[in-house]
């Protein structure tokens, strides 16, 4: 029962970055119904930031934790929304009426292009970064010893990612550009009509999913101490995944999405053979593809005759 707990722990913790990331692919599929697949590769962006940022800072003399957190996410977040606004200029906003394969090709190519910049500016090595946040809360202990404990850095991530999601919750619901996203997401050409600056709105989701990319990058940087112009790639797999397992379109099923993928992961690893624990998060993929193909939260589209 104690391991069980620990892996929930350390699942909830992977599944909240897994939602971040699985946010931005559900925004711009809602609103412009392609997948921007170049996704994965802001966040790495984001995280390659973070070491950036964080060196530099220790260099300039900046040693307070808290001043340097702030200072990293503020500048991350600024850098990283500015390649995804750069992104939907050059690979989306100009094929947006051509035939729905080409802005595929060309966010996939935007993928390339992003992860191997990063290779060359970078290097191939992992770059590591020490600890910063350290300590943890003991939960219980088990008679052999075992102990079930959450570091501060977990709670700090699951806090940041549940304030992440009430917040952009509330901007889609009460602001003007959340009203101008659902105008756009149910009817872009009606919305632009009715005075909504339809690039406009696609441009800001696009920065608003490339920042919060950033923030998982960040998180994933001090949850790890090490990254690589790789991971991109793969956590945008595992973050499409979880925002089609939610139900693409749906901020709510993306962050569920990301929760049940985190913690199919960290219980296979912790169980079963870590290896193969791609394995079951795609097998469960497909299940409910087969099963129920609009996701667990997501509705089945109506066709419009």
């Known amino acids: 029962m104690e391991y069980f707990l620990q892996q929930l722990v350390n699942g909830l913790t992977l599944g909240a970055v ?27 962006v984001g995280a390659f930031m973070s070491v950036i940022f964080f060196l530099l800072l220790g260099m300039f003399g900046l040693q307070w934790v808290p001043l340097q957190l702030l200072f990293v996410l503020f500048l991350a977040m600024a850098f990283t929304a500015a390649y995804g606004w750069t992104i939907e ?48 809360i003991t939960l ?3 008679a052999d010893g075992f102990t079930v404990s959450i570091s501060y850095l977990q709670i700090i991530i699951i ?17 003007a ?25 696609i441009s800001l989701t696009f920065v608003i999913g490339a920042s919060l990319a950033a923030v998982a ?39 569920l999405g990301g929760l049940i993928i985190g913690i199919i992961e960290a219980m296979w690893a912790g169980y079963f053979k870590s290896e193969l624990g791609e394995v079951a998060v795609f097998s469960i993929l497909v ?6 193909p609009s996701g667990l939260l997501g509705r089945p589209e109506i066709e419009k005759v």
């Open 18 to 44: 897994y939602g971040l990331v699985a946010i931005g692919y559900t925004m711009v599929y809602g609103i412009i119904g392609m997948i921007n697949f170049a996704h994965g590769e802001i966040y790495m």
């Open 217 to 255: 990058g960040l998180m994933v940087v001090l949850y790890y101490g090490v990254i690589d112009f790789f991971i991109g790639f793969v956590a945008g797999i595992k973050a499409f995944t979880a925002a089609v397992l939610g139900g693409i379109g749906s901020l709510p099923g993306a962050m």
């Open 89 to 136: 200029r050059i690979a989306y906003r100009p094929l947006r009426s051509a035939p729905r394969l080409a802005p595929l090709i060309s966010a996939i190519g935007m993928s390339i292009l992003l992860q191997n910049a990063v290779q060359l500016l970078q290097g191939a090595r992992p770059k590591p970064l020490p600890p910063i946040i350290q300590g943890k």
């Open 177 to 201: 550009l959340g009203r101008a996203q659902r105008a756009c997401q149910q009817d872009r050409k009606m919305a632009e009509l009715l005075g909504v600056d339809v690039d406009r709105t």
């Open 287 to 292: 299940l409910v593809l087969i099963f129920r």
């Open 159 to 175: 806090v940041v990612t549940v304030a992440l999601m009430a917040g952009f919750t509330l901007m889609i619901q009460r602001t």
């Open 140 to 142: 219980m202990t088990r």
